[in-house]
């Protein structure tokens, strides 16, 4: 079914069945009362990341309460996870861009990695949850993804997973085609990784180039900005081997 973009949607962090009653929180309130300035009776739609969507409907109790009574669902919940995503941090509004774009695209987990370049060491994982939820409220995205604490390169190149892919984002890649280094491989398990604006380091690189699974990727022949070459990558990635793949 078609996402709904015409009504309201909010992210409860509750369990969601119908009949059942839950309480908003005053910045919910001041959302759906305010901003959107619903009527008692309203539609709203509701989603947990776990349990699909749900249509409810809006009572107002006084002036500092209101609930919603979820009434049916209105689509389940996918069963199939996007791409992880792991990044060297950026600054506030460039970082919220960026994670905003990445779970449009449909990222399931965002892991900042402390690359030798990188320009920020200090993320606000708070922020960054929120920029995520507001994203998938206004694109009726139904997964919310993971964040997870900020790693450093070399721990977390050494604990990746075996068995994942890892789509490494080379502007030094001698490959001309991004789209046919994808094709050649048929991983289910995929990280896409976008180092900083310096770029990784000779060592980074190597270290890079020789863990098994890596398809390096080139974004064509120009320099692009971290949070550009994020959306470069993901639209790759989404379009040859994710989930966009016959649509």
Known sequence: MRPDFRTPRIFLDQPLQSGAGIALSRDQMNYLLNVMRLAPGSAV???????????AHLAVASKREASLTIDVQTRLQPTTTGPEYA???????????????????????????????????????????????????????????????????????????????LVFCDEGSESASPIEALCAHAAEKICVLVGPEGGFSDEERRNLLAKAGVIRLSL??????ADTAAVAALTLVQSVLGDWRGR
């Not at 509701?46 to 249509?55: A, D, S």
């Not at 064509?220 to 900005?225: E, F, T, V």
Request: aromatic letters at 8%; glycine letters at 6%; charged letters at 25%.
């Open 220 to 225: 064509g022949p120009r320099i692009l900005r």
């Open 45 to 55: 739609l509701v989603f947990n990341g776990r349990e699909g969507e749900w249509r």
């Open 87 to 165: 990044f060297a941090p950026l600054k506030h509004a460039r970082l919220d861009y960026m994670v905003q774009k990445a779970v449009e695209l449909g990222v399931s987990r965002l892991v900042p990695v402390l690359t030798q370049h990188t320009q920020v060491a200090r993320v606000n994982l708070d922020r960054m949850r929120a920029n995520v939820i507001e994203a998938a409220e206004q694109c009726g995205v139904l997964s919310i993804a993971a964040v997870v604490e900020p790693q450093p390169f070399e721990r977390w190149l050494r604990e990746f997973p075996a068995g994942r892919a």
